[in-house]
């Protein structure tokens, strides 16, 4: 078979491959095996794409493939569930910084001698991919704490950063009339670079589910249009579906919110708020023991957890697990409600929760459980806040109204696992925290939730 035919053939298969891998990721309980289905289907494109015959040697191949194998098997090692955000934020800088220097690469070699139709293909390129990777970055100091997780705003900002916007695509289309303006070229990479800083600083920490989708979008177009600028077609495939992808993931992120892309990007949610002595919210906060709590569990027949980002700061995922072992040797049914947004990153508890171990039964969407909460007898809110905050649905001056929320504030009784009475994202109050039915239990996640376990341990042992 001619060489041309078995990379395009390999090309084929792993299209094939990250196809069914996508679809496989759009359940908890087949993620592994699509994941697995994917990365074959890299392997496979990589084997085809070593076959060009426009490959002169294969050392500096070989050199890059070593570096990054020893990156990724280092990240991958020592990066804790709960810096997943901040994982996948890097991942997307490094996409996109591989697709922007492929083409500044492509444009230096070869510019003023491009087609318009394959400039037009470079230019997008280097362009998104630019600004993914420093928004990307920030995103990724935002995420770590290296940054403020606020917005960082000022006056006439957004209108700065539209004129720079404007500004990157005219260069880009004179770079595209006339590929020989290089000095343009490289100052659209520059301006572009600029933006994406400019681009995320704004945006605060109750949006980043978002950004990471809507970079992830970002980072999977560049790749796309790599492909055509270099006629590689697994190229395309794979940028056309991670860019559609991280699209619609971005959007769905957005109507868990209630909230609009445009208000997303534009709106800087998550500052927090100046707090005077009157918040708005009556009544009285009732705290509790771990021992009374472990009393109340011991004495249900149905319980819901709700995780939050609270859950993966103090690791309590695997002490979440035990807690559900153990009631259920009571005969005591367990059950995870998962909100589309809870965490910094879409599928975040999911990823921490089947870590634990968790059975995928067990975890329970939004829409398949709300309606059953007021059957429930005890319902454990851990570290979750505006997911869970009923001023989404009562109060309308509230700025998380209208948001879709988990309705734990409809159990006959509520646990709150917090450290403190720190606001959530948003940075307003929780209503429910005040609910009669509600009892707070302060402290570390999962040094508390060990704690309900050892006395619901003890109290079967004494039986």
């Not at 390129?125 to 970055?137: I, K, N, Q």
Request: charged letters at 15%.
């Amino acid at each position: 078979m001619p060489q041309n035919q078995i990379i395009e053939l390999s090309y084929y298969v792993a299209a094939i491959l990250f196809i069914l891998g996508l679809k496989l990721l759009s359940s908890p309980r087949t993620a592994r095996q699509g994941m697995h289905l994917a990365e074959l289907g890299m392997a496979i494109a990589i084997a085809g794409t070593l076959l060009d015959h426009h490959i002169i040697t294969y050392t500096w191949i070989i050199v890059g493939a070593a570096i990054g194998t020893v990156a990724g098997i280092i990240i991958a090692v020592w990066t804790p569930m709960t810096a997943m955000p901040q994982r996948t934020a890097l991942s997307h800088a490094f996409g996109a910084a591989a697709a922007a220097l492929v083409g500044i690469s492509h444009y230096y070699s070869e510019g003023a001698h491009l087609p318009s139709g394959e400039m037009v293909a470079l230019g997008v390129e280097v362009m998104l991919g630019s600004l993914t990777f420093t928004g990307s970055m920030v995103a990724f100091a935002k995420l770590q704490g290296w940054l403020p997780g606020t917005p960082m705003t000022y006056k006439g900002q957004n209108i700065f950063n539209m004129a720079l916007l404007a500004g990157i695509v005219t260069a880009t289309v004179w770079v595209i009339v006339s590929p020989a303006a290089s000095t343009l070229f490289y100052a659209m990479v520059g301006f572009a670079l600029i933006f994406g800083v400019l681009f995320v600083i704004p945006i605060g920490a109750a949006d980043m589910p978002v950004v990471i989708a809507l970079l992830n979008s970002y980072a999977g177009l560049a790749g796309a249009a790599t492909g055509f600028a270099l006629d590689n077609k697994i190229l395309i495939i794979a940028g056309t579906l991670d860019g559609a992808s991280g699209l619609i993931l971005a959007i769905l992120m957005c109507k868990a919110m209630n909230r609009s892309i445009t208000n997303v990007l534009f709106g800087a949610f998550g500052k927090a708020p100046e707090v005077g002595p009157d918040t708005g919210v009556k009544g009285s906060v009732r705290s509790i023991t771990s021992d009374q709590a472990a009393e109340l569990l011991a004495s249900s027949e149905s319980v819901v957890v709700v995780p939050g980002y609270g859950m993966a700061v103090s690791q309590a995922q695997h002490a979440v697990k035990e807690l559900a072992d153990v009631l259920g040797e009571r005969g005591i049914d367990v059950r995870y409600a998962v909100h589309p947004v809870a965490g910094r990153m879409p599928g975040h508890m999911n990823v921490l929760l089947a870590e634990a171990g968790v059975p995928y039964d067990k975890l329970y969407d939004m829409d398949q459980i709300n309606d059953d909460f007021p059957r429930v007898d005890v319902a454990i809110v851990i570290g979750a806040n505006d997911v869970v905050n009923p001023a989404a649905r009562n109060n309308k001056a509230s700025p998380i109204y209208g948001m879709p929320i988990l309705n734990a504030d409809k159990a006959k009784s509520v646990l709150v696992l917090k450290r403190s009475m720190a606001p959530g994202f948003a940075g307003i109050e929780n209503e429910l925290f005040y609910m009669p039915n509600c009892m707070m239990v302060f402290g570390d996640a999962r040094k508390t939730v060990g704690e309900f376990s050892a006395v619901l341990k003890q109290k079967a042992r004494a039986a």
